[in-house]
T-cell receptor, first 113, second 113 residues
Framework: SQKIEQNSEALNIQEGKTATLTCNYT??????LQWYRQDPGRGPVFLLL?????KEKRKERLKVTFDTTLKQSLFHITASQPADSATYLC????????????FGKGTKLSVKP | NAGVTQTPKFRVLKTGQSMTLLCAQD?????MYWYRQDPGMGLRLIHY???????AKGEVPDGYNVSRLKKQNFLLGLESAAPSQTSVYFC????????????FGQGTRLTVV
């Protein structure tokens, strides 16, 4: 069955540093991969999407990479701020069951001032 | 434009009672999803629908039923609630095009006592 692993449940970093979150998947070949942010008590909000034929995608301080050989995506937040503290979820999608959308457990990022 | 709206926001049920959670979207999306989120377990897909009149099982479908009689609504039913179904439930919707994001509702906090 499809399996998605996000490197750690929690990541603590100092303000101004770069946060790097990892998403690994097994047993399927997604056509694209999405990253979402979830704040406590709220639904996830979409951040970035990267296609299988794209190596890297950027949006402001966010950067996502997608390595289909390693079956891995890295999510970077540069110059991190306390406001970036949240749980980040990855969702490799497409390439399999039509419409199926499954998420990793998420990584809780805490940025300390 | 309301997006995705879940009703109710909170509910307390007694074991064995039944209830229906309503998800409504006004974006004309084909795909709709129901998830549950528990501490340490992340978002787990219960059921999903790829169009009006269709439903499919997700990762944790047992104990739940769904219906998609109208394109804009996706209902999640609990026929005989159990304490193990205490959770926060999220609904989401998206377009059929693969490289599009999902939009989430604000969540329903359900407690079964």
């Amino acid at each position: 069955s499809q399996k998605i692993e996000q490197n750690s449940e929690a990541l603590n970093i100092q303000e101004g540093k770069t946060a790097t979150l990892t998403c690994n998947y097994t047993n399927y070949s997604p056509a694209y991969l999405q990253w979402y942010r979830q704040d406590p008590g709220r639904g996830p909000v979409f951040l970035l999407l990267i296609r299988e034929n794209e190596k890297e995608k950027r949006k402001e301080r966010l950067k996502v990479t997608f390595d289909t050989t390693l079956k891995q995506s890295l999510f970077h937040i540069t110059a991190s701020q306390p406001a970036d503290s949240a749980t980040y979820l990855c969702a490799p999608s497409g390439g399999g069951s039509q419409g199926n959308l499954i998420f990793g457990k998420g990584t809780k990022l805490s940025v300390k001032p | 434009n309301a997006g995705v709206t879940q009703t109710p926001k909170f509910r307390v049920l007694k074991t064995g009672q039944s209830m229906t959670l309503l998800c409504a979207q006004d974006m004309n999306h084909e795909y709709m999803y129901w998830y549950r989120q528990d501490p340490g377990m992340g978002l787990r897909l219960i059921h999903y629908s790829v169009g009006e009149g269709t439903t499919a099982k997700g990762e944790v479908p047992d104990g739940y039923n769904v219906s998609r009689l109208k394109k804009q609504n996706f209902l999640l039913g609990l026929e005989s609630a159990a304490p193990s179904q205490t959770s926060v439930y999220f609904c989401a919707s998206k377009q059929t095009v693969m490289n599009t994001e999902a939009f989430f509702g604000q969540g329903t906090r359900l407690t079964v006592v």
